[in-house]
């Protein structure tokens, strides 16, 4: 199989499931060796970007074919071609780990930095997709993929912000627990971590019992890169909901990120 050399641009979905579900908890599943990815529960619905040219998503057995592919030839070409699958596919967690590597290899990848942009918007870093599409226009400044992925990465961000805004027209007495758990996740995709961390613990002193907000609060700490830190908001959320899939898949994040050798 030919690896996929386009570029992506995507357009910008409605999202109107993700805002429906803004009151659930943070996903950070694990995926291959550990590597998290962060978005909304239900983010998945929402449309999938297509490749430059119209091209239509991989079938499952050519994502298939793709992973093989970069296992056994692991060149920059066919890594490229495997994230630009899983970022088609509506995966970008998994096209990140991919990309990154590239980037550690060559961080002149113009390519790279763009596609980083794209699944880092796909799962609302705004901060960090901004910044990636900025690093793609600086190596290549002619990239017009990437600077339409930034105009879409500011877009989504100024639209965060506004939402904020309008929330804290919200009067203080009418300021429940969902409140601001909604609140810290806007913070959150704005890369106030440590807003959203307050935003979080004013949601625990309304609902002691909140797992959602002990979930969420952990994940900012591992988006902090404070896995110690992190674990015992796990382990809370657990043991106030035994059934929330995503802290354990947190928790299991979180030990295999301790578990890496320090530098």
């Known amino acids: 199989m030919q690896p996929i050399r386009n570029s992506i641009e995507p357009t910008a979905p409605k999202d109107t499931a993700a805002k429906r579900s803004r009151r659930l908890a943070l996903i950070a599943a694990i995926l291959f060796f550990g590597a998290p990815v962060a978005y909304l529960a239900l983010a998945a619905s929402k449309a999938a970007p297509v490749l430059a040219g119209g091209q239509q998503a991989p079938a499952p057995a050519d994502l298939s074919a793709l992973e093989s592919l970069a296992a056994s030839k692991p060149t920059p070409a066919n890594r490229l071609s495997l994230a630009l699958a899983y970022i088609q596919a509506n995966r970008p967690g998994r096209a990140v780990p991919t990309l990154l590597s590239l980037l550690a290899e060559d961080k002149g990848n113009a390519v790279a930095w763009n596609d980083l942009c794209v699944a880092d918007t796909m799962q609302k870093q705004y901060g960090s997709a901004i910044a990636s599409c900025q690093e793609a226009l600086r190596i290549q400044p002619g990239f017009q993929l990437a600077g339409n992925n930034l105009n879409w990465a500011q877009g989504e961000q100024r639209q ?3 939402a904020l805004n309008q929330q804290e027209k919200t009067a203080p007495a009418a300021r429940d627990a969902a409140f601001y758990v909604d609140q810290g996740l806007g913070l959150l995709h704005l890369g106030e971590n440590d807003q959203a961390i307050a935003a979080w613990q004013r949601a625990l002193d309304l609902d002691p019992h909140s797992a959602v907000a002990a979930n969420n609060i952990g994940t ?9 830190t992190a674990v015992p908001w796990f382990e809370k959320a657990i043991a106030m909901d035994p059934s929330l899939q995503l802290a354990k898949n947190n928790l299991a994040w979180a030990h295999n990120e301790l578990a890496k050798p320090t530098q």
């Not at 900012?220 to 110690?228: F, G, R, T």
Request: proline fraction near 8%.
């Open 160 to 162: 965060t912000a506004v």
């Open 220 to 228: 900012a700490y591992m988006l902090k890169q404070q896995p110690v």
